[in-house]
């Protein structure tokens, strides 16, 4: 079988790579790219520990190919930091204890973001709302949705 050559922004960067049709995004940011925080919780969508960012979108990387992303723009747990400067939502999840085993930490993270990006303000039932295609095995949600509360007060300067 063929490979296909794909180019695309991962993290603002242009990336190019070389993929099978039937990889996933997940497979070829792990496997390919070395962009190993997004996780394989599930592959069948449903835990949002794979997730990512395509084109403004939050996705399930386990269930996009790795193809579709030609042309894209994908933001991944790797481009949320500024260099060794935290994200607001990284910090507040140490911060708040709002981890464990930390395999749907990054997912978490990066659905958080979307919101925030989204909705600087959102109420306490919004943010479960938001996080709901996101599973813990390990703790509950307070924490998490304690630190996203704090994250937003903090980014919208109050």
């Given at each position: 079988?063929?490979?296909?050559?794909?180019?695309?922004?991962?993290?603002?960067?242009?990336?190019?790579?070389?993929?099978?049709?039937?990889?996933?995004?997940?497979?070829?940011?792990?496997?390919?790219?070395g962009l190993t925080g997004a996780k394989e919780g599930c592959g069948t969508g449903d835990c949002g520990a794979c997730s990512v960012m395509?084109?403004?979108?939050?996705?399930?990387?386990?269930?996009?190919?790795?193809?579709?992303?030609?042309?894209?723009?994908?933001?991944?747990?790797?481009?949320?930091?500024?260099?060794?400067?935290?994200?607001?939502?990284?910090?507040?999840?140490?911060?708040?204890?709002?981890?464990?085993?930390?395999?749907?930490?990054?997912?978490?993270?990066?659905?958080?973001?979307?919101?925030?990006?989204?909705?600087?303000?959102?109420?306490?039932?919004?943010?479960?709302?938001?996080?709901?295609?996101?599973?813990?095995?390990?703790?509950?949600?307070?924490?998490?949705?304690?630190?996203?509360?704090?994250?937003?007060?903090?980014?919208?300067?109050?």
């Amino acid at each position: 079988m063929s490979a296909i050559a794909v180019s695309t922004t991962i993290n603002g960067d242009e990336v190019e790579f070389l993929c099978q049709a039937e990889e996933t995004l997940l497979d070829v940011l792990r496997e390919r790219l070395g962009l190993t925080g997004a996780k394989e919780g599930c592959g069948t969508g449903d835990c949002g520990a794979c997730s990512v960012m395509v084109d403004g979108r939050l996705v399930c990387a386990c269930l996009v190919l790795g193809a579709e992303a030609e042309g894209r723009s994908i933001e991944t747990i790797e481009g949320m930091a500024n260099g060794d400067e935290l994200h607001p939502l990284q910090t507040k999840f140490l911060e708040h204890a709002a981890l464990q085993c930390g395999v749907c930490t990054p997912g978490f993270l990066v659905a958080a973001k979307a919101l925030l990006d989204a909705n600087p303000d959102p109420t306490e039932e919004e943010i479960r709302f938001w996080l709901a295609g996101n599973l813990c095995r390990c703790t509950g949600y307070d924490k998490i949705v304690r630190a996203v509360q704090d994250a937003a007060q903090e980014l919208r300067g109050s």
